[in-house]
């Protein structure tokens, strides 16, 4: 008898499991999984609902191939070779982050790999780029009727946008021009949105600024100031080491700068890479990087990494308003 009883209270256990993990009805709400496709949005331009769509793994075929633009996701590095030099298709696939991509009507940047550029990407500055026709006619406004090519940069960290490159006849220097759509506003760094440069007024509007120089709240005002270009930044280090309390020498007969129990030796054949020494060590030994502009020494690269760690030092960077900003971390 208690062999069936017990037999009975596991059926009525089993039972009360299958309930429990019976699937809701066919009209319960659904909820959206990762890798879903994503619907279109019924009002076009709905605030507040601009997110990324990843179509990785959507077929082509489903995606309307005459709204694709080519867009490059390009590095730092290769900006100054783009705008100085023109940069050629092979270049391009070794110097970019290369993917095709439209930006459609909502603003959304789709992508057949994965996801490069940001949230929240919809901006009225972007509408002559939700369409191939919308950019022909902003093009044909602004005075190409024709073109060879075209192709798209985002240049979020450069300009906080992109820039449209239009090569419009058979030299694809001479004949290029640079058109810059900024994310927020109608400036930003002095490229002015929506403005067609020709290479020599891209060139000129992309040369190097002096920047203004604030550490720990200081405005400095004696001695060299930083100097951006591009998203690079070269700053003046005997200004920057006496602003935080650091006294400074300079040895001319060994061409060494030192300061605490750190040196540079400002030689480009016996110190090639900039290397700064600490007592008998090395910060960072390979990866400094050093200047000399107007019998100044700059530190650029790793080297402004390597003085900001070893001095618990934040470096902000204001690319637009051209402001270098200095503070001690914690």
């Known amino acids: 008898m208690k062999k069936w009883i017990i037999i009975l209270l596991v059926l009525v256990i089993f039972s009360i499991g299958l309930v ?48 694709w633009f080519l867009l490059y996701n390009i590095h730092p590095s290769a900006i100054s070779i783009l705008v100085e030099d023109g940069l050629k298709d092979w270049q391009l696939d070794n110097f970019t982050g290369f993917e095709t991509a439209l930006i459609d009507h909502v603003g959304e940047l789709r992508i057949t790999g994965d996801i490069m550029v940001v949230h929240d990407i919809y901006s009225e500055n972007y509408d002559p780029l939700s369409d191939p026709d919308k950019l022909d006619s902003f093009l044909r406004e602004n005075g190409i009727g024709e073109y060879e090519d075209i192709r ?20 694809a220097y001479e004949d290029a021009y640079f058109i810059p759509f900024i994310k927020n506003g109608n400036e930003y760094g ?35 100031k930083p100097i951006m270009q591009y998203v690079y930044t070269q700053i003046p280090l005997e200004p920057l080491l006496r602003s935080i309390g650091m006294a400074v020498t300079w040895d001319e007969a060994t061409k060494t700068m030192y300061f605490g129990e750190y ?3 400002v030689d480009e054949e016996k110190n ?22 107007d019998d100044t020494v700059f530190i650029v690269g790793m080297n402004i990494v390597n ?4 001095f618990g030092l934040v ?15 914690g």
């Open 307 to 310: 003085v900001s760690n070893e």
């Open 190 to 224: 002095g490229f002015e949105n929506g403005r067609v440069y020709t290479r020599e007024e891209f060139i000129k509007q992309c040369g190097p600024k002096e920047a203004s120089f604030i550490v720990c709240g200081t405005d400095i005002q004696d001695g060299s």
């Open 263 to 265: 040196s540079l030796l």
């Open 20 to 67: 429990a993990c019976t699937p809701a009805s066919e009209e319960e709400e659904y909820l959206p999984q990762i890798g879903d496709e994503a619907q279109p949005q019924e009002n076009g331009k709905e605030e507040g609902n601009h997110s990324n769509v990843n179509v990785k793994d959507q077929s082509l075929a489903e995606i309307d191939e005459s709204k």
């Open 315 to 329: 470096i902000r960077y204001d690319y637009d308003k051209h402001v270098v900003t200095v503070t001690k971390r």
């Open 152 to 171: 798209i940069f985002d240049m979020d960290e450069f300009i906080e946008g992109f820039v449209v490159y239009v090569v419009a006849g058979p030299d």
């Open 272 to 293: 090639p890479n900039g290397d700064i020494k600490k007592g008998r060590g090395v910060l960072n030994e390979g990866y400094g990087g050093y200047r000399i502009i």
